[in-house]
């Protein structure tokens, strides 16, 4: 699929109620499927994102989950994971342009990861992005006219979007929202920055950032399954935020329809 002229955003087309027209669905069956799996998950198991053995959650809850609804933890825990994912991304990122890490000044590899990290999570854009943030940052990030360091302006601009499109936030409670428009627009945006990652070139036709490979030596594909898994996450959790405020309506016609009489002797 070509990107090429293809534009990054977040917003929402329209000021409308979220329907099931609105985002591209799934098979009803698989979401009843899937929307099982997750609330099973919820109860006390995670995956280890790092392809490893099945680990059980058996951490006690925390207060702060008193206030969290089963669709905000699923978000807090997609917010967590694709974090986790884009640190991983941006690990193997700087060990394939290790000149990029150099560019930042921190003096080795490990402070620069940690220098990005800490911008993403204070929503601090790095000083070679000159402010720019989300959708904004990662178009200049991709562009022939950026000179810094291009994996920690890559990584920080999809990192800030992602905040963006949750709300600005990355854990949630009762009192929050999230347009699942939104999360829908990040996981599309994702896909083309891929692509754009995986095409783009310098003036002298060399990659701008080296990624994926595939030639005699090997196939390295790693970075496309790491992306894959944070548009997974995101359009899953975009059918589940539909599905939430589609629910509302039907679980008070099923008050109305099995409504009993409380006993009075």
């Not at 090429?4 to 027209?21: F, Q, Y």
């Not at 899937?34 to 919820?42: K, T």
């Not at 991983?88 to 990029?100: A, C, G, I, T, V």
């Not at 601090?124 to 006219?145: F, K, M, W």
């Amino acid at each position: 699929m070509d990107y090429s002229h293809a534009s990054l955003a977040i917003e929402s087309p329209a000021v409308t109620p979220l329907t099931a027209s609105c985002v591209p669905r799934r098979s009803t069956c698989w979401q009843g499927l899937v929307l099982m799996a997750m609330v099973l998950c919820l109860s006390g198991c995670a995956r280890n994102q790092n392809n490893g053995a099945f680990i059980s959650n058996s951490a006690a809850a925390t207060p702060g989950e008193l206030f969290q609804t089963s669709s905000d933890r699923v978000a807090t825990i997609g917010m967590r994971n694709n974090l986790n994912s884009l640190y991983r991304l941006m690990d193997k990122l700087y060990q394939r342009n290790p000149r990029e890490w150099r560019k930042s000044g921190l003096g080795d590899r490990d402070a620069t990861q940690r220098a990005v990290q800490q911008a993403i999570e204070e929503g601090r854009p790095p000083p070679s992005l000159a402010g720019r943030q989300d959708i904004v940052a990662l178009s200049y990030a991709l562009s022939s006219e950026f000179e810094g360091d291009r994996v920690g302006a890559f990584i920080y601009a999809i990192g800030s979007m992602l905040v963006t499109a949750h709300g600005g936030r990355t854990q949630f409670y009762l009192t929050d929202s999230i347009d699942a428009q939104f999360v829908h627009n990040a996981a599309r945006n994702i896909e083309k920055a891929t692509w754009l990652l995986a095409t783009r070139r310098d003036a002298q036709g060399n990659p701008l950032l080296l990624s994926n490979e595939i030639s005699e030596q090997g196939r390295n594909l790693s970075f496309a399954v790491e992306f894959g898994k944070i548009v997974a996450r995101l359009d899953y959790l975009s059918d589940v935020l539909d599905e939430r405020y589609r629910r509302i309506g039907v679980n008070y016609a099923h008050s109305l329809l099995f409504l009993n009489f409380l006993p009075v002797q």
